[in-house]
């Protein structure tokens, strides 16, 4: 089995997908409030975020392998813990292991890929082979989505329990997977003082830096709204057990996007799609607030949009990094999401605390609608064009 397909086998074993419909269901009927809720999921985000260059650099040391053992090693711990919490400082701690997991595997998984299909001189075919794997994470996911519902009408704490196995399993894996420099090799003698600078230095290239900030906002927008799904849904008389079948079309969407991303890029363009892209998500978040029961639809929409966006902005900074550090430079750019969903997710709550998780989507959908344009406004003056355009992208 070569390598890619093995990097497919562990995108098929999507252990969040057991629990990401019901999640934020058990969270609410454990008595935490909208506000608790952003806080324990910014938690998630803080921890993330300190541990990006950290989890980034070991990745860089010791293999993009052994980074993403790591990863599902913690993403088990964290599965165990949502199982047994009932309190606000339970869910906190499950968050903030699922934070770490994430740090581990977020720089590895990419750079690892992309070196793979490198040393094959075919680096070119990363955003297909990445949205082929974001395909089938997703359709597996809408699987696990499925049942992580049912499980959950039959016994709260039965997703989660899934969950852990299947981390575990992914781990092992991993375990099979070549190393992406030939073991020891990995790494090289740098050390975090020499980093620093070459990190400096890539973000505020004039190419990567205006790219990064515009992401914050995109990357804020689609996961802040997109987790109200479950708030909104319990607003509209949804039940646990539907979480499961909604979460399965949003995946199977999802995956129909990823399988055709390469395509989508082709007609649409990476930079038109960057440009219109989320200004569309935004216009149908404000949309709630005429109908609220259309946001069951809008946010279909959003997940699949944010299933293009993604591959796209990776295989745009992948180009743009060099090889030897690319884990630790695509962690920083991650890190700088994270930051900017801390402040996101608190203030969320706060405000869906106040007005309302559906009057809360429609009024983060009419903020975006004027945010997203002056943002970009402002770069153009500034001679700093948000995604480049190139023939190659257009």
């Not at 909208?34 to 260059?53: M, P």
């Not at 980034?56 to 293999?63: C, E, L």
């Not at 630790?328 to 700088?336: D, E, K, R, W, Y």
């Amino acid at each position: 089995m070569d390598n890619v397909t093995k990097y497919y086998v562990r995108k098929a074993l999507p252990a969040s997908g057991f629990v990401l419909p019901v999640l934020t269901t058990r969270i609410l009927r454990n008595g935490l409030s909208y506000t608790e809720l952003g806080v324990v999921g910014s938690v998630f985000t803080a921890s993330w975020l300190l541990g990006e260059i950290p989890t980034g650099y070991i990745g860089d040391r010791i293999g993009r392998r052994n980074s993403m053992i790591a990863a599902d090693g913690c993403l088990a711990l964290a599965m165990i813990g949502f199982g047994l919490s009932s309190s606000f400082l339970g869910f906190a701690g499950s968050y903030l292991l699922w934070g770490v997991s994430t740090a581990f595997g977020s720089g590895a998984a990419g750079a690892w890929l992309y070196d793979t299909l490198e040393r094959q001189l075919d680096s070119d075919a990363y955003a297909h082979a990445s949205g082929r794997g974001m395909g089938i994470a997703l359709t597996a996911t809408a699987a696990a989505s499925l049942v992580g519902g049912w499980l959950a009408s039959v016994r709260p704490w039965a997703p989660f329990a899934v969950a852990a196995i299947v981390a575990v399993c992914s781990g092992l894996t991993v375990l099979t997977f070549d190393s992406s420099r030939g073991g020891a090799g990995e790494h090289t003698n740098l050390t975090v003082a020499e980093t620093l600078p070459l990190l400096r230095d890539q973000l505020f290239d004039a190419r990567v830096g205006p790219v990064v900030i515009y992401l914050v906002l995109v990357v804020g927008m689609f996961e802040t709204a997109n987790g109200y799904v479950q708030p909104v849904g319990l607003e509209l008389g949804i039940d646990t057990a539907a979480f499961g079948v909604i979460y399965a079309v949003f995946r199977l969407a999802q995956a129909a996007v990823s399988f055709n991303i390469e395509r989508i890029r082709d007609r649409i363009g990476l930079h038109r799609w960057m440009r219109l892209g989320p200004f569309v998500a935004a216009a149908a978040f404000l949309s709630v607030a005429v109908e609220p029961v259309l946001a069951v639809g809008v946010f279909l929409l959003s997940q699949m949009a944010y299933a293009i966006t993604t591959p796209l902005q990776q295989q745009y900074l992948n180009d743009r990094f060099d090889s030897e550090r690319r884990a630790t430079l695509l962690s920083v750019v991650s890190m700088a999401t994270s930051l900017g969903g801390i402040g996101l997710g608190i203030a969320a709550g706060v405000a869906a605390d106040a007005v309302g998780p559906i009057r809360f989507v429609a009024g983060f959908g009419g903020v975006y609608l004027i945010v997203l344009p002056a943002v970009r406004l402002a770069f153009a003056r500034l001679s700093t064009p948000v995604f480049e355009s190139n023939p190659a992208t257009e």
